[in-house]
């Protein structure tokens, strides 16, 4: 690993893959400690502290003198078309925002052109790319061990008594409703007494766990793609992480995840179909992958570990199911009347979990208000900053569409051609990065992607690295 220094900081990726990983369990245990407010916003801010200081530490060693091309072009405007709408007034675009959502918005929107600059001037090496790979495997398989061992040995009520509720009610703003403060996603909600857990990991979430496990085994496919499983220790170490891993992805009962990821598999072992024997095995490996999780989905609520409701929950839900809207803490309920679906897991009610047909209906109503609405409505009126910050959500779920309705239809045009050609370019030169990438961008159809710290700082960043000399030959070795 590099020097700690600020001049070329590779260092910096590889504390934003560890760091990343853990922020939410540690930023819920400072709040439990008594740190709240201010001082654990400041604490929580210093992913956003290091990727300023790292670019303004490549900035000042020039790492930045490589012509401009169609690429960074496109990132620069759509950085433009979020800076441009931060300040347009909200009431010239029918918007609602907050002067806090809109700074909200503008952090959230930047996290991927700040992380792709970050890579640009990383300009990674094969040996660096290598082993930010193990990194991102050995992180992955820790949080998968924790992850597996917290939904099998420690009991909800551990959770709910934790500093969670408090770190994403209190402290982030969320309205969570019927699990006692905790996003409703901790469980897989069958209808009666008896929910079924599903595995968090450190981030506190199903979801944003299962990326993290995607993109390890993404990595370990790559391992085996470039060297073999090896012999003796090497190949132990394979056939157990890679275990783990898709253990992991099962437990956290996230079928985007598992649709995703077995597309990605086939995208590799295509881009990667000059490893002969190697590469349709993978394409195999990525059929049987998407059979097991399929079946293993069905049969969830019989495979996953049972835990109850309290009273107050149960109560929680029987109004919800009555058209009504209920805030749940451990002692009381306050129900109002109904609003309308925000068609954001950040708010939505026991239904959050909904099908894959519900998350399409999202992506529909998204696009509809986009197209309707082409002028956007100015940051902080879409997805998780609106429901933090008490506003009507426009649009949710969907990066692209909740770019639609921030920065207009131009920006997230701009947004989907610099995504696309990104793509393109990382493909042809690292193509275990491509598959990762192309896989993000799926989820992104139906998930606020930029939104998971994870993915917007590591994922871009690994790109924009991947993308500087894209015009040079396949590195063929480029694995873990």
Known sequence: MSRLTFTRPVWVLHVFVV?????????????????????????????????????????????????????????LTYAAFVLIYAVIPQSTLA?????????????HDLVPFGAYILGRGLALSRDELRRIGRTIVATAAGAAIFGLADVFLVPLSWWRSSGA????????????????????????????????????????SPL?????????????????????VGRGRTRATFAVSAGVLCAAVLWSHARSTELALAAALLLLAWLRRDTGRRAGALAAIA???????????????QLGPRTSFTQVELDCQRAHAHGLSCTADHATITKAASVASTGTQATAGFESDASTASHWASLRGGIETVFHHPQGYGLGNAGSTAARTGVKIEAGESSYTELGVEIGLGGGLVFAAWSLLLLVRVAGRTPWVGAMFFMVLLLGLQTDVIGVPWLGYVVWAVVGSSAVCAGAPRQAGTSL
């Open 19 to 75: 760091g990343l990983a853990v922020h939410n369990v540690v930023a819920a245990e400072l709040f439990a400690a008594g740190v709240h407010g201010v001082p654990l916003d400041l604490l929580s801010a210093w992913k956003e502290i290091l990727l300023a200081l790292a670019v303004l530490g490549l900035l000042r060693a020039g790492a930045f003198r490589r012509r401009l091309d169609l690429i960074d072009g496109l990132a």
């Open 95 to 107: 918007g609602a925002a907050t002067h806090k959502g809109v700074l909200y918005a503008v952090r």
């Open 165 to 204: 509720p408090g770190w994403f009610t209190h402290q982030l703003g969320f309205s969570y409703q019927g699990l006692s403060g905790l996003p409703e996603n901790f469980i897989y909600n069958t209808g009666d007494e008896h929910p079924i857990r599903r595995l968090v990991s450190t981030f506190l």
């Open 287 to 301: 059929i049987a992958f998407l059979a097991v999780s399929t079946g293993f989905a069905r049969e969830y609520g």
């Open 208 to 228: 944003a766990a299962s990326y993290l496990f995607a993109v390890a085994l993404l990595a370990l496919a790559a391992w085996g793609l470039t060297r073999g």
